[in-house]
Nanobody, 116 residues
Framework: QVQLVESGGGVVQPGESLRLSCVAS????????MGWYRQAPGKERELVAI???????NYADSVKGRFTISRDNVKNTSYLQMLSLQPEDTAVYYC??????????WGKGTLVTVSS
């Protein structure tokens, strides 16, 4: 089992920044990919960024150049640094982990609201 706990969400104004954190616990050695997804009101959950154990990183086109995903393997934590936030970034952000055996785990999410 893998447990994921996100934090760092909040209310910010357009142009401001936030850093989300996702702490993994449990059978963490089995984690291969870690990623961030988001779900805006009335919309489907979508990929924001993903990081593989081998170092491959992918971003959604809508966040390229503004968001950065990183992993601290010592702290078992994934980070999502978000710059220049816009109202369309408003969503619940979820952390996802995929193990080497393809089991999928989700955190409960953290809400990011971008509003003036």
């Amino acid at each position: 089992q893998v447990q994921l706990v996100e934090s760092g969400g909040g209310v910010v104004q357009p142009g401001e920044s936030l850093r989300l954190s996702c702490v993994a616990s449990g059978i963490i050695y089995s984690i291969d990919n870690m990623g961030w997804y988001r779900q805006a009101p009335g919309k489907e959950r979508e990929l924001v960024a993903i990081s593989t154990r081998s170092g491959i990183i992918n971003y959604a086109d809508s966040v390229k150049g503004r968001f950065t995903i990183s992993r601290d393997n010592v702290k078992n934590t994934s980070y999502l640094q978000m710059l220049s936030l816009q109202p369309e970034d408003t969503a619940v952000y979820y952390c996802k982990a995929v193990t080497v055996t393809a089991r999928i785990y989700w955190g409960k999410g953290t809400l990011v609201t971008v509003s003036s």
